[in-house]
Structures are given as structure tokens and as C-alpha cells.
């Protein structure tokens, strides 16, 4: 871990490069893999999936030195959907929906109610 970056960024940073793998790998085979066997697309989304628990293992181990279990959840839910989101639109071709944004301010609760108590203190 860089000695000059708070673990909280790093953690947000690798659950970030975590999630674009796992995206990929759960979604891109619909749109790639289609005309292939299921069993091809399993085992090419293992393989990229291995990237994102890569990714994703050390980000938790950091992130919780400074997080609970509950406040990564959160967390890892609101970069899931800022990854998926764009993903969907740009690589997807899907249309941008408002149930982004409804989904988002769902998330943007759960993350005041997780965090309460540091957003109390900080507010002390």
C-alpha cells in the first residue's frame, strides 16, 4: 500500500479496478459470448473474475482497518453501480434509465445510514 495515500482511498481505488473486472466478467459474455456455448462463456468470466478477487480481497483486508463490514457492503454496492452504469450504456448499448438515478439515491441513504456515526462526528 502507498505510505501516502489513506487506506480508505486505496481500498476505494482497488474495489474501482475490482469492479470493472467483475463487470466484464458477468455481463460482457451476453453481448461477446452469445453465439458460444454457455460452458465457454463460464469459464472465460472465470478467468476474468480471478482478476477482480485479485482486486478485491486486498481492498476489503485494507479497507477494513478503517471501515466496518457493513460500511464496505455500502460501499462496494455505490462503486458497483457508478462501474455498471456506464458500462451498460457504453459498452452495452443499453439507454440510460432514471431507475439509474432512483437506484443511486437508494444507495445515497444507505450510505448516510451506514455511516452515520462518522458523518455525527464529523459534524461535531
Not at 501516502?4 to 469492479?19: D, E, Q, R
Not at 463490514?69 to 455498471?84: H, M, S
Request: with cysteine; proline share 6%; charged share 10%.
Amino acid at each position: 500500500m502507498p505510505a501516502n495515500l489513506p487506506p480508505l482511498a486505496v481500498t476505494v481505488g482497488l474495489l474501482v479496478a475490482s469492479n470493472v473486472f467483475m463487470t466484464v466478467a458477468w455481463y460482457a459474455h451476453l453481448k461477446d459470448l452469445a453465439h458460444k456455448p454457455w460452458i465457454v462463456a463460464a469459464l472465460v468470466s472465470w478467468g476474468i473474475a480471478l482478476f477482480e478477487y485479485l482486486l478485491q480481497v486486498p481492498a476489503n483486508r485494507i479497507g477494513y482497518t478503517v471501515a466496518n463490514l457493513g460500511q464496505l457492503k455500502i460501499l462496494q454496492e455505490v462503486i458497483t453501480l457508478a462501474v455498471f452504469v456506464p458500462f451498460a450504456v457504453l459498452y452495452m448499448k443499453e439507454p440510460l434509465r432514471l431507475d439509474y438515478l432512483w437506484a443511486a439515491l437508494c444507495l445515497l441513504a444507505a450510505v448516510g445510514f451506514i455511516f452515520r456515526p462518522e458523518i455525527e462526528a464529523a459534524l461535531r
